[in-house]
């Protein structure tokens, strides 16, 4: 009896094997992010922003009133943006943030979302709320709470300063993140 095919297989019209489990994985990963990514950019794009300006406008909702500067709203990202100042630039002429100077060091530019910011978000959040419900509820809690695990794990090899803040036995499957990392 000839081996199951693997659905990614399949989705990509691949005839040969993976050369291993782990680049079959990486590559299940890599697929599901952008499958997901794609739906969360069907749903930004209603409102004439993208997921990346939407991720911005959420963190400067969180770090009202004070704002952040540049460097701080990239270390927040979801996903690394290589071009804050560029993104920023565009949200400001859609009018969703403002910018001044830091009064102590005006090199500092910190920017805090406007009142449009906040009402677009206030539309939005019903919607986007629903989202992981919509993409994830054909698993279970104890699904969810293992692909959080494992998620959390494969991001330790990853050279992110954050996921270095995980402690644990990579080879046992037992690791622990401090609040906020990975």
């Known amino acids: 009896m000839e081996p199951r095919?693997?659905?990614?297989?399949?989705?990509?019209?691949?005839?040969?094997?993976?050369?291993?489990?782990?680049?079959?994985?990486?590559?299940?990963l890599m697929r599901t992010a952008d499958c997901?990514?794609?739906?969360?950019?069907?749903?930004?794009?209603?409102?004439?922003?993208?997921?990346?300006?939407?991720?911005?406008?959420?963190?400067?909702?969180?770090?009202?009133p004070d704002?952040?500067?540049?460097?701080?709203?990239?270390?927040r990202m979801i996903t690394a943006e290589p071009d804050i100042t560029r993104l920023l630039s565009r949200l400001k002429a859609l009018k969703l943030i403002r910018q001044q100077?830091?009064?102590?060091?005006?090199?500092?530019?910190v920017t805090q979302i406007s009142d449009s910011g906040l009402e677009l978000l206030r539309k939005m959040d019903p919607v986007i709320q629903r989202m992981p419900k919509e993409l994830?509820?054909?698993?279970?809690?104890?699904?969810?709470?293992?692909?959080?695990?494992?998620?959390?794990?494969?991001?330790?090899?990853?050279?992110?300063?954050?996921?270095?803040?995980c402690s644990g036995n990579k080879s046992s499957g037992r690791v622990t993140c401090d609040k906020g990392a990975a």
């Open 5 to 28: 095919m693997s659905r990614l297989k399949r989705e990509i019209a691949q005839e040969r094997p993976f050369s291993s489990r782990e680049e079959e994985a990486l590559l299940n």
């Open 36 to 64: 997901i990514d794609r739906a969360f950019q069907h749903r930004t794009r209603e409102w004439g922003i993208t997921g990346t300006q939407y991720n911005v406008l959420r963190i400067l909702r969180g770090a009202q």
């Open 67 to 75: 704002g952040l500067p540049c460097s701080a709203i990239g270390d």
């Open 101 to 109: 100077r830091d009064r102590l060091d005006r090199r500092v530019v």
């Open 136 to 165: 994830l509820s054909h698993l279970n809690t104890n699904d969810h709470r293992e692909m959080i695990r494992l998620l959390e794990l494969a991001r330790l090899n990853c050279g992110d300063s954050d996921a270095r803040t």
